[in-house]
């Protein structure tokens, strides 16, 4: 079965902790994987990963892939108040139809 | 350009009436997605809509759940005879052409079946 894991489930940092979230997969024919910020109700482009090993980065946050052991991480450095949110990863992938599978997410929260 | 917009934003309705939920993609987006996200947990997929082609309906869960759209533009998610689990936020999403695109979303219907 297709399944797209995410953990922690939930984390509790202080403003300035790096934090390393977590995203592996079981899919038939990977094509790519997303990772989502989500603060209310819309979720918001992070980043897109089809290639292993490069990393992917925008400021304090970063993502790479690993297709041989099927997971990806997102990185975020000195974190802030504003990250607090959840985030969302998602694979595209082609078995069974074109799909793009959530992960349940992992709630962060920053606290002062 | 505007994003994606939904209506309405919040929708209360009782148990085994009929809800229509808006969906307006971004201009020029010829892929337009459906989610469903249950409180406290990850997004569901419900349907696809590429160009004219044949939708893939693969994720709605049951035969109450149906979608059009006219064209590239506008959809409509219907519930027909909702029940209490079909609460929750219904997302959509649109992307420049397929998966391979970033999709952008909307800010979401938060609908409450009484």
């Known amino acids: 079965e297709d399944k797209v894991v995410q953990s922690p489930l939930s984390l509790v940092v202080h403003e300035g902790d790096t934090v390393t979230l977590n995203c592996s997969y079981e899919?038939?024919?990977?094509?790519?994987l997303l990772w989502y910020k989500q603060e209310k109700k819309a979720p918001t482009f992070l980043f897109m990963l089809?290639?292993?090993?490069i990393e992917k980065k925008s400021g304090r946050l970063s993502s790479i892939l690993d297709k041989k052991e099927l997971f990806s991480i997102l990185n975020i450095t000195a974190t802030q108040t504003g990250d607090s949110a959840i985030y969302l990863c998602?694979?595209?992938?082609?078995?069974?139809?074109?799909?793009?599978?959530f992960g349940t997410g992992t709630q962060l929260k920053v606290e002062l | 350009g505007a994003g994606v917009s939904q209506s309405p934003s919040n929708k209360v309705t009782e148990k085994g009436k009929d809800v229509e939920l808006r969906c307006d993609p971004i201009?020029?987006?010829?892929?337009l997605y459906w989610y469903r996200q249950r409180l406290g947990q990850g997004l569901e997929f419900l349907i696809y809509?590429?160009?004219?082609?044949?939708?893939?309906k693969s994720g709605l869960p049951s035969d109450r759940f149906s979608a059009e759209r006219t064209g590239e533009s506008v959809s409509t998610l219907t519930i027909q005879r909702t029940q209490q689990e079909d609460s929750a936020v219904y997302l959509c999403?649109?992307?420049?052409?397929?998966?391979?695109?970033?999709?952008?979303f909307g800010p979401g219907t938060r609908l409450t079946v009484t």
């Open positions: 999403a649109s992307s420049l052409r397929d998966h391979s695109y970033e999709q952008y």
């Open positions: 899919v038939t024919n990977f094509r790519s």
């Open positions: 089809t290639s292993s090993g």
């Open positions: 998602a694979v595209f992938f082609t078995g069974g139809g074109n799909k793009l599978t």
């Open positions: 201009s020029g987006h010829t892929a």
């Open positions: 809509f590429q160009g004219n082609s044949a939708p893939d």
